[in-house]
């Protein structure tokens, strides 16, 4: 079969400076990492409290592993389902405070998975329009209207709102912490705005899941309205350190959800081990306040020093820090430059970011220290002179 299509399409993404290539890490997430042999400091993980490696969770999973086996065989309504699956729903329904819990293999699979299942044809959806690709893919799969709003901006999801008397169920979705720019959805006022206007609220808490809160249960915690959101979406494969992904919210929603949403269906069951790891690490994460403390306490450090050096950085609270260099051949030569000095934090490019605000996306760990911060600092000044970023 003639293949021409294929090579123009690939020159095209070439030209714009967005082709995508895969680096290969031989060490686990950890502050120091290899690629082919060369020690980089690791700055753009999402293992944020750097559990993914823990002596706990490995033991936990070790140990699951050594009496369940690698593989579950199946789906969980089928023959894939084990007592450390169960187990795991539980632990999640405790820590985010709701009746009941259901996994799902990934973020991005929950996501269209209860998208897809509790909106449809005649409903209508408003999405920020930052919110996560699995958001995106999960309302166009569900055949609801899907409406975008300017990011955050509560005036404009007012007026959509006032618009929409004409569908049968609203919904409002949002990332409880934006994935690209760290910051945080303004929840008080979507859950004000949907009793007003009768809509439902669906949070995908990826990045604010063991990050945020007194306890690490998230946004919601952060804005004390655990009981407020009545779909909290989120993934184990970021701040949890494991895989798989889970949604809590109301019993009748998850019992609706294990027959409707075809992502839970036909998905085999995620692996017993992994299950049994991730109920470790979510009883770390309640009872450690020093990780998040530590973290954070990193983050602030390093906003407030990039930003005296000149470089665009927005306030936050949130380990995610983007750098926004511009455009993407440029944002491409600054990973390229940090890399050869010593730091790997890849560019982030369209379609994951508008065109034109193409960034170093830093994320930090707990397992990072205040001397690896500073390392980061100086790295970036010389990086960020040398091109012309900064004065
Ligand atoms: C990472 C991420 C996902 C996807 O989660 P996976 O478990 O990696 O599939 C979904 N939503 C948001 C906001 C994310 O950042």
């Not at 009496?67 to 699956?85: C, E, K, P, Q, Y």
């Not at 109301?250 to 109920?279: C, D, G, H």
């Amino acid at each position: 079969m003639n293949t021409k299509w294929v090579e123009d399409e690939l020159k095209v993404i070439k030209e714009k400076g967005l082709y995508r290539q895969l680096k290969t890490i031989e060490t686990p997430p950890e502050p120091r990492i290899k690629i082919r042999g060369k020690e980089l400091l690791l700055l753009s993980s999402n293992n944020y409290l750097g559990l993914a490696s823990d002596d706990r969770l490995i033991q936990s999973a070790t140990e699951v592993l050594q009496s369940f086996g690698v593989g579950s065989g199946g789906a969980r309504l089928t023959t894939g389902n084990t007592i450390w699956h169960d187990q795991l729903e539980k632990r999640v329904a405790t820590f985010k405070k709701a009746e009941s819990a259901l996994l799902f293999s990934s973020g991005y699979l929950a996501n269209v998975g209860v998208l897809s299942s509790v909106a449809g044809e005649g409903d209508v959806i408003l999405s920020d329009e930052l919110n996560h690709a699995s958001i995106v893919d999960g309302c166009r799969l569900s055949k609801a209207k899907t409406i975008i709003y300017h990011h955050k901006s509560m005036n404009d999801l007012e007026e959509k709102l006032r618009m929409t008397s004409v569908f049968k169920k609203k919904f409002i979705v949002t990332d409880g912490v934006f994935s690209m720019d760290g910051d945080l959805a303004p929840l008080p006022e979507i859950v004000a705005l949907a009793r007003k206007y009768n809509a439902y609220v669906i949070m995908d808490d990826a990045h604010g899941t063991g990050v945020l809160g007194e306890h690490g249960r998230g946004t919601a915690e952060h804005f004390n309205l655990e009981h407020e959101i009545d779909l909290v979406i989120g993934t184990f494969s970021k701040a949890v350190g494991t895989e798989g992904a889970y949604v809590a919210g109301k019993e009748v929603w998850i019992q609706y959800l294990r027959n409707k949403a075809r992502s839970f269906i036909f998905q085999t069951a995620m692996a017993p081990s992994i299950a049994a790891a991730t109920i470790t690490s979510i009883d770390i994460i309640e009872q450690n306040q020093q990780l998040r403390q530590h973290l954070l306490r990193l983050g602030k450090m390093l906003r407030k020093q990039l930003k005296l050096l000149g470089f665009r950085v927005d306030d936050g609270i949130t380990p995610i820090i983007p750098v926004i260099i511009g455009e993407a051949k440029l944002a491409v030569e600054f990973a390229k430059e940090l890399e050869e000095q010593g730091i790997f934090a890849p560019a982030i490019r369209p379609p994951t970011v508008p065109i034109g605000q193409c960034r170093i996306r830093i994320s930090l760990m707990a397992s990072h220290t205040e001397e690896q911060i500073g390392e980061v600092i100086e790295v970036f000044q010389r990086v960020g002179q040398s091109l012309g970023v900064i004065q």
